[in-house]
């Protein structure tokens, strides 16, 4: 089982990215997916989590700004950033509570796409 991220880059300040993270292998399900962003000498931080049913979960930081979205069927979850933040640069980790066809689930996670925010 794999998490690879896409869509990382240098944007300016009030720009928008938007982040896609796909899983692949031997999946029998996916709980909870979501995004973590570590920026330079700063630990590990939630950004945002979506259930497979149910309401999403924002930082107070990016709440109105970033919204989060999956599609069960690809196996895969998304991150819009509008309206980005020179606070908001960071690498961008996907994680994803998955089962696997020959195990109990565990937390899966990306190895991480850069965001900065600059003018």
């Known amino acids: 089982v794999q998490l690879v991220e896409s869509g990382g880059g240098l944007v300016q300040p009030g720009g928008s990215l938007r982040l896609s993270c796909a899983a692949s292998g031997s999946i029998f399900s996916i709980n909870t997916m979501g995004w973590y962003r570590q920026a330079p000498g700063k630990q590990r931080e939630l950004v945002a989590t979506i259930p497979r049913y149910g309401s999403t979960n924002y930082a107070d930081s990016v709440q109105g700004r970033f919204t989060i979205s999956r599609d069960n069927a690809e196996n895969s979850v998304h991150l819009q950033m509008n309206s980005l933040r020179p606070e908001d640069t960071a690498v961008y980790y996907c994680?994803?509570?998955?089962?696997?066809?020959?195990?109990?689930?565990?937390?899966?996670w990306g190895e991480g796409t850069p965001v900065t925010v600059s003018s």
């Open positions: 994680n994803a509570n998955i089962r696997p066809t020959w195990g109990y689930a565990m937390d899966y």
